[in-house]
Every structure is written in structure tokens, then in C-alpha cells.
């Protein structure tokens, strides 16, 4: 049981490139979401799931597209990557509602230069 | 406008010290507060508080809830340098079926030997 996953751990991009975080959980929880946190501020929500084909916006949506296309994969894609990208990003499941404990992945560390 | 707040942002202590760590809060409709612990990785799961003044221990860990002040605790006594990390709190907001976590900037505490 591995938990949450989340890939790569680090990654470096130039403004204007796209890429897609990975995310992965065999937990079988329904409910999945992503976070950033930048330094000396707390997680913020960015998008979130609550169950494969169903998706919404967070807090901090802008600039992010995600899709659920099954239960164990909640990919994050960075459409054009900006400076302001430069976070560390979480991604998370829980077995009920967002706002139950939630497990978290190891995180992915991005630089936008 | 921050909707939980965490104080003090910083706290250094020697082993064997208590440290009471607050949290206070402001969402509309408040269903639960939870705490996590980060150490330079993902957060983990402490606490979900949901009732007022029923303490939730573990350990030299507790917590307690006071919902008509919106506010919460974290003490921990006799601190160890494993305890060193930064303690998040997060309140729940059921303004939708799907309740949204707000999370605080969190308090990093540092126990030295």
C-alpha cells in the first residue's frame, strides 16, 4: 500500500512551458485535491475531486487544469508556466468529504525561472 | 483576509519544555478543526476537533476546541527535538456538501537539545 504518490519530486521550468504533476493513490479514496504552499504561508486548494469524471476549482485555480478520468490518478497540468508557479505542490486523498483527514503525497517542488 | 490564523509563527524552546501552540478561526459555517504536522515534507494527521471543550490526546499531544471563541490549542509537554516541525491548523467550512479546509501559515517550532 503505497499511499499517495506524487511525481516528479523536483522540476525546473522555463516561463511559458507546460508540463503535468502526477498524482496517484490506491487507497480507494474517492476524494482527491491539490495544494500549493509557498513559504511562510499555509496550503491552499487549487483544484479538488470527489470522485473520477468530476472535478472543481479551489481557491487558486488560475492557470491549472485538472481531470479525474479514474478513482486512483488526479493529474495537475500547468498550462503555461509563470514565475508565481514557484511552489511546493501537494496533492491529497481522503475517504470522505475534502475536509476529513486528509493523506498527503511526499509533494512536488517547482521552479519557474 | 486570512480565515485562520496561528500563533506565534515562529517559537524555538529547549527539550523538555511545554509549548501551547493557538489557532483561531473565522469561517461561516464551521463544522471541524484539524491539525497536521510537517517536518520539511508532507503534513501528517494530529487531531480533528468537532466538539468544544473535549481535550483529544495523544501522547505529550493534545488539543482542545473552544467554538464559541473560535479558537483552538496544541500542547505539547515535555518537547523532544523530534518535535521540531511545523504544526498547521486547518478549519473545515461546510458552506458546501463538500466542505473546503482554509489552513493556517502554521507555527515552526524549533526544539533544541
Known amino acids: 500500500n503505497a499511499g499517495v504518490t506524487q511525481t516528479p519530486k523536483f522540476q525546473v521550468l522555463k516561463t511559458g512551458q507546460s508540463m503535468t504533476l502526477q498524482c496517484a493513490q490506491d487507497?480507494?479514496?474517492?476524494?482527491m485535491s491539490w495544494y500549493r504552499q509557498d513559504p511562510g504561508m499555509g496550503l491552499r486548494l487549487i483544484h479538488y475531486?470527489?470522485?473520477?469524471?468530476?472535478?472543481d476549482q479551489g481557491e487558486v485555480p488560475n492557470g491549472y487544469n485538472v481531470s479525474r478520468s479514474t478513482t486512483e490518478d488526479f493529474p495537475l497540468r500547468l498550462l503555461s508556466a509563470a514565475p508565481s508557479q514557484t511552489s511546493v505542490y501537494f496533492c491529497?486523498?481522503?475517504?470522505?468529504?475534502?475536509?476529513?483527514?486528509?493523506?498527503f503525497g511526499p509533494g512536488t517542488r517547482l521552479t519557474v525561472t | 483576509e486570512d480565515k485562520v490564523v496561528q500563533s506565534p509563527l515562529s517559537l524555538v524552546v529547549h527539550e523538555g519544555d511545554t509549548v501551547t501552540l493557538n489557532c483561531s478561526y473565522e469561517v461561516t459555517n464551521f463544522r471541524s478543526l484539524l491539525w497536521y504536522k510537517q517536518e520539511k515534507k508532507a503534513p501528517t494527521f494530529l487531531f480533528m476537533l468537532?466538539?468544544?471543550?473535549i481535550e483529544k490526546k495523544s501522547g505529550r499531544l493534545s488539543s482542545i476546541l473552544d467554538k464559541k471563541e473560535l479558537f483552538s490549542i496544541l500542547n505539547i509537554t515535555a518537547t523532544q527535538t523530534g518535535d521540531s516541525a511545523v504544526y498547521l491548523c486547518a478549519a473545515d467550512d461546510r458552506g458546501s456538501t463538500l466542505g473546503r479546509l482554509y489552513f493556517g501559515r502554521g507555527t515552526q517550532l524549533t526544539v533544541w537539545p
Open positions: 491529497a486523498s481522503s475517504p470522505r468529504r475534502l475536509s476529513y483527514e486528509q493523506y
Open positions: 487507497m480507494n479514496h474517492e476524494y
Open positions: 468537532t466538539s468544544s471543550g
Open positions: 475531486s470527489v470522485g473520477a469524471g468530476i472535478t
